[in-house]
């Protein structure tokens, strides 16, 4: 067995033992505090509908239901920080991995972007490699979001729940952000190098390396040095990556174990049919883009998927696409793509062309819409899209990033923020799908535009 196929094999054991542990701390250590849980919970949900029906806010009966709600919710809190303490030597394992992940990220994006940009010489070839980057990635995220928007009016997931219209000031817990044009803009652009690389913002990291990339070239000779240097800088950090991964069967055993004790496996057949439909339609996704990729790179399309086996199955099993990054861009690179394309693509990717995410977004914002009974129009629906299609773009950084745009997007349409707690609880099932969907999208962008850059040579064993 080759290195990187035990690497993956373990991955994969790793896997099924994290499952198989964490079920079995959900039937035997876990069961009181998630019973309490879930206890609280059923006991805030029928609060809310008895509040509900009070219109006098100054009544006893509504000073009493108000302080029952709290003491729920703090006997929730309880429960929650006891279980989470107890869970903390497993998710201490994948949370040292991501740590380590991110500590490499933004210096080897910066490195590589440098070279990478360097290389390719002018600032022309820049821009012609930029336009056909972008035209990819605005057009998988548009077939992502269509491709949403379509299975889940036909699969109508949320009409099967008959939820009343919630309180408006039920709190959810996540922030909504809709970023204006300005903000935008501003996210875009690095004030200081130092802050991008510390809060590993890869966004503002590309720009600032885009133009250092392009002066290096523009000064000649004296660049030439700098190029050497940062190239030697970016094979030791690779050097890095290989140490560091030879940690992830253990992150993705920690990080197993922790969602299944927590969720428990009956938290897949209380929301089945969601999971399944979700899951289904990423399936479809993942095919249309492998036919549009056998479309240019033909049979080789096949060749890449089998190398991503690696990547997708890190970034699913830890629900980090940021996971996978090293692992992808060494993978791309053995496929045949140059280190030049590959610096630069792959890391514009992770702001641009999150496809997973994206399906995700119209997938869940017209489900919680349904849930409620609300119909939104064809041309609502419409626009949505194209909300979601700019609003997402650059807070990938984000915590919980589609949750959060989803909460800015659907208070634009009156659909209660509530409905984001009907996704809360599957939403780390849910990121798996979307984190492996990411890897798949960038891997397959970075491959065309090398193909059609003419930049595409044989595969490396």
């Known amino acids: 067995m080759s290195k990187n196929n035990r690497l993956t094999f373990f991955i994969f054991l790793a896997l099924v033992l994290g499952v198989a542990l964490g079920y079995y701390l959900n039937v035997r250590s876990f069961s009181t505090y998630n019973d309490n849980i879930a206890s609280a919970d059923f006991k805030v949900k029928n609060i809310d509908g008895q509040l509900l029906k009070l219109t006098d806010t100054n009544a006893v009966s509504y000073s009493i239901l108000k302080a029952e709600k709290a003491d729920a919710q703090k006997i929730r809190k309880d429960n929650e920080s006891l279980r989470e303490k107890k869970l903390e030597p497993l998710t201490l394992l994948s949370d040292i991995f991501l740590r380590l992940i991110k500590m490499i990220v933004a210096p080897l ?110 000064v000649g000779e004296k660049g030439q040095v700098i ?119 792959l890391p514009l990717g992770y702001s641009f062309n999150l496809d997973g995410s994206m399906l995700y977004m119209t997938f869940a914002s017209l489900f919680i819409a349904q849930s409620y009974g609300i119909h939104l129009s064809f041309e609502q629906q419409i626009t949505m899209l194209l909300i979601l299609m700019l609003t997402s773009k650059g807070i990938a950084g984000v915590p919980r990033a589609s949750l959060v745009v989803i909460a800015g997007t659907i208070a634009t349409f009156n659909i209660p923020e509530a409905g984001l707690a009907l996704l809360i609880g599957i939403d780390p099932l849910l990121d798996m799908g979307r984190s492996a969907t990411n890897v798949i999208g960038n891997s397959l962008a970075t491959a065309v535009v090398s193909k059609w850059e003419g930049e595409l040579t044989e595969s490396l064993d």
Not at 185 to 197: D, L, N, Q, R, V
């Open 109 to 218: 994006v910066f490195t590589t972007l440098v070279v990478g940009v360097a290389k390719v010489g002018d600032i022309k070839a820049v821009g012609r490699i930029g336009g056909k980057t972008m035209l990819w990635f605005l057009s998988a995220s548009l077939l992502s979001l269509v491709l949403g928007m379509i299975m889940v009016n036909i699969f109508k997931p949320g009409e099967a729940m008959h939820l009343p219209l919630p309180p408006s000031n039920v709190d959810t817990g996540i922030h909504k952000v809709a970023l204006s044009l300005k903000e935008f803009i501003a996210h875009i652009f690095p004030k200081s190098m130092a802050e991008a690389m510390a809060t590993n913002e890869i966004l503002q990291i590309v720009v600032f390396s885009l133009f250092f990339g392009v002066a290096t070239a523009a």
């Open 227 to 345: 190029i050497v240097f940062f190239d030697s800088v970016a094979h030791v950090i690779l050097k890095v990556t290989g140490y560091v991964m030879n940690f992830a069967p253990f992150a993705v055993f920690g990080a197993m174990a922790a969602i299944v004790a927590k969720q428990g496996l009956s938290v897949l057949s209380t929301y089945a049919l969601f999971i399944g439909e979700f899951y289904s339609t990423m399936l479809m996704l993942w095919l249309l883009l492998i036919l549009v990729g056998f479309a240019v790179l033909k049979r080789r399309v096949f060749t890449l998927m089998n190398r991503m086996k690696q990547p997708v199955m890190l970034a699913f099993s830890t629900a980090s696409s940021e996971a996978a990054y090293p692992k992808t861009m060494l993978q791309l690179e053995r496929f045949g793509c140059k280190d030049k394309i590959v610096s630069f693509v």
